[in-house]
């Protein structure tokens, strides 16, 4: 009979427990004992709510209280030496003290885990990094599990991407060479948990889904024939991709048995079994854990029962990966469309799929009444989620069809728009902006909060909203912006809020999942075809521009970045969801232009985190991502203005392709790598208006006016001035109007310093 396990459950509780134990700790507002009970009842939970499932495995090891890179780096006593903490007496504070930084040190870099919206900690390796005895954690969460029954399966982060996922530092030649002196804190590690008793380890290693290095992959076989006498047996885990190219390569480790990625790349399951090894388990993860759609269970067992033939007891019914990456609990959400809703499976409703479909797998329990009953259920609700009105919408699919070519290219190309738009905007060189958002009050806060308990009414809270408004464009006109901004009052987030007005979008109550630390997201489920009812930011735009003389930008997200912060379908291609947000984002565009907004910004800063992870996926990814912003952008006149933004990531592997969105102008996060991102225009003149910021908006520091002049004139040392705009690197929401005061004050003022000296070398040169 089959086995069913997960490879790791959300650690932040049901309401997210974790970020207010942790914060509170933080704040010194509670003690460590408190901190600690929190952590323990939440292992707690995960550890009955795995068994209540039924599962044959209850993973442990899966919670961290930051970071499970953090974490490892912690086991194996290398934690970056900058830091100072004595690895073996490591203490929780000085573990967040390396996460956050303290009065003495940065934090760590932080970095996309893989193309998750995760962010995990990058280990940092230099000639002085040592390895030896750190934290105990691993071992008394083990201890703590094994007192409840004997089928504990710890999760540990294997060797290879541990060391693969970090970066060179302090003139360290290659991070390769440190792989013996890990390897014996593994063995360590391992030989530990076998002498407490454990029957298998979960060992994951990821990096084998990357394009990965030939020494590297060369590595798995010296290094799992070191770990495996010492160790309990393993199970090597892989996910996030397709890993087949390696099948020969795993097939030969000396571990007990391999998970692969059956959701991401479900082919690679029979190419698996069918050159699997007697002796070995393979673990099928067919239940998806990157996203919150419930598993249709006969499609699955179909997958699997010619496995199960093959492999019998060696098949290991499993997730596709962590379950980290999807909210805790579907039970919790009570508001949510009761039709959706059915559609819909949370981690704890993802447990209960794993133990069902292994069940499935026995031929009576697949004919008991109870397993039958849950196949035919969701059989039902699979059926009527593939053909409910809520989902396909004729009129989207019309408007799809009728999408032509032209619809992508404005009607003329930059310089002929650029002239059309200089006829009415008159702006004077450098030009001045800001990004959109400005300063999220507690008042502005509380007023929403209040407006969607229904403690405010409509008209209140449009008063309030409005005022907020005129605040924001006095003070624009008092720093002597050029080019205005509405200041976003009324958004809570750039994507939830447009998920909200949308049809196919659902917004959940408590759909969280962790960003990073005790950071938490709560993306919206686009479950249908995506429409515009009516228009969204119109009335706030346009009431903006009537209090002023000067152009006011409206402000919409596009259609990438609500895709890559979202939920999305996995009946469709990801690249028709993002051409139907597209489309609904033009007519945004249209009627914003309609009501003489005619200057209109397209925020894109999650076109970059969506690269695949693989290099021969990335051209295809890049072609209909820059396709979907340009149906959105391109059905205005000549002389309407297009801008867009981007920032959290590096750009320049992609300069090309953001020179393809063929935006007028682009405001880029620059200011906080000091311009790095201008190294890359030696290469590749961008061909349009451009702004790279001069405002570190991420530090509560005011920049001076000299420091902005500055990086001004390296700007001009790459982009002419005719094409340079002057701005933040990214909105203001996280500040606070003093100093948002003083830093748009001193940029307008850097601006026209350096204005007034252009034009004096243009008349001496006269
Ligand atoms: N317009 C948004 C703002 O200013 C952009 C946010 C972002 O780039 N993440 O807040
Ligand atoms: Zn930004």
Redesign the pocket.
């Known amino acids: 009979m089959a086995q069913a396990h997960v490879l790791g459950l959300p650690r932040i509780g049901a309401r997210c427990e974790l970020k207010f134990a942790v914060e509170a700790f933080w704040r010194g507002d509670t003690d460590l004992a408190t901190l600690q009970a929190a952590g323990r009842d939440i292992r707690a939970a995960n550890r009955r709510a795995q068994r209540e499932a039924g599962l044959d495995w209850i993973t442990v090891g899966d919670f961290h209280w930051y970071d499970q890179v953090l974490s490892t780096l912690a086991l194996v006593g290398a934690l970056p030496e900058r830091f100072g903490a004595a690895p073996a007496a490591l203490t929780l504070a000085d573990y967040f003290a390396a996460a956050r930084g303290d009065a003495r040190h940065g934090a760590m870099e932080m970095t996309k885990w893989f193309d998750t919206n995760y962010h995990y900690l990058v280990p940092e390796y230099s000639p002085r990094t040592r390895f030896g005895a750190g934290t105990q954690w691993l071992f008394e969460e083990v201890e703590e599990a094994l007192n409840e029954a004997r089928n504990v399966k710890p999760v540990l982060l294997g060797p290879l991407s541990l060391l693969f996922l970090g970066k060179e530092k302090g003139g360290l030649a290659d991070r390769f060479s440190l792989l013996p002196e890990l390897l014996a804190q593994y063995e360590r590690v391992l030989a530990r948990l076998k002498a407490q008793g454990v029957a298998w380890v979960q060992i994951d290693e990821p990096i084998l889904a990357l394009d990965l290095p030939a020494p590297w992959r060369d590595a798995f076989a010296p290094v799992y024939a070191r770990l495996a006498p010492v160790a309990p047996a393993l199970l090597l885990a892989t996910y996030f991709g397709d890993v087949s190219e390696h099948v020969a390569m795993l097939a030969a480790l000396p571990v007990a048995g391999v998970h692969v990625d059956g959701v991401r790349a479900p082919a690679q399951l029979e190419t698996f079994a069918a050159q699997w090894p007697h002796d070995k388990v393979l673990s099928a993860g067919v239940v998806d854990g990157r996203n919150v759609w419930r598993c249709d269970l006969a499609r699955a067992r179909a997958r699997l029962a010619p496995l199960a033939e093959t492999l019998g007891e060696r098949l290991w019914v499993a997730s596709s990966c962590s379950l980290m990456h999807c909210p805790v609990d579907l039970a919790n959400e009570v508001r949510l469309d009761r039709e959706v809703r059915t559609w819909l499976a949370f981690a704890r409703q993802k447990l209960d799929e794993v133990a069902l479909l292994r069940r499935s797998l026995d031929a009576a329990e697949f004919a008991g009444a109870e397993v039958c009953a849950a196949f035919a259920a969701d059989a039902a609700a699979q059926a009527a989620r593939r053909t409910s009105p809520r989902i396909h919408n004729e009129v989207v699919q019309k408007r799809l069809a009728a999408l032509t070519e032209a619809d992508t290219h404005r009607a003329s190309p930059y310089a002929v728009r650029a002239h059309a738009q200089r006829a009415w905007l008159k702006l004077p060189l450098l030009p001045t902006t ?4 400005f300063p999220q009050t507690p008042e502005i806060r509380a007023a929403r909060a209040e407006f969607k308990r229904c403690a405010m009414s409509h008209l209140d809270y449009l008063e309030t909203m409005r005022a907020q408004i005129r605040l924001a464009i006095e003070k624009q006109e008092a720093y002597g912006l050029d080019v205005l901004v509405h200041g ?1 009052a009324e958004r809570n987030d ?1 994507v939830e809020y447009f998920g909200d007005l949308l049809w196919g979008f659902a917004i959940t109550e408590h759909g969280w999942v962790q960003s990073y630390g005790s950071r938490c997201v709560k993306p919206p489920v686009i479950y249908g075809d995506v429409y515009l009812p009516e228009p969204m930011t119109v009335t706030w735009s346009a009431y903006a521009q009537q209090l002023t003389d000067k152009p006011v930008k409206g ?1 919409l997200s596009g259609p990438v970045t609500m895709l890559q912060w979202s939920f999305v379908r996995d009946d469709q291609p990801r690249e028709l969801t993002a051409l139907q947000i597209a489309l609904a984002l033009r007519e945004e565009v249209a009627a914003l232009e309609a009501a003489g907004v005619r200057v209109i ?1 397209i ?1 894109e ?1 999650a076109l970059r985190e969506g690269l695949p992870l693989r290099e021969c996926d990335r051209a295809a990814y890049l072609e209909w991502a820059v396709r979907a912003f340009r149906v959105c952008a391109s059905g205005v006149a000549d002389d309407t203005q297009i801008h867009t ?1 981007m ?2 990531s590096e750009f320049h592997d992609i300069l090309p392709s953001i020179a393809a969105l063929d935006a007028d102008v682009i405001s880029i996060e620059t200011a906080r790598s000091d311009m790095e991102l201008l190294g890359a225009f030696e290469a590749f003149e961008y061909p349009n208006e451009i702004g790279p910021g001069v405002y570190d908006i991420h530090s509560p520091r005011v920049p001076t006016q000299a420091q902005m002049e500055q990086l001004i004139e390296a700007a001009l040392a790459r982009i002419p001035a005719q094409r340079l705009w002057i701005n933040p690197d ?4 996280t500040r606070d109007w003093a100093q948002v005061d003083g830093a748009l004050a001193n940029m307008v003022a850097a601006a026209r310093a350096v204005r007034s000296r252009l034009a004096a070398a243009q008349a001496r040169a006269a």
């Open positions: 800001t990004i959109g958002s976003e750039m402000m910004q925020d800063p933004h920032c959290y990214c909105g203001l929401k």
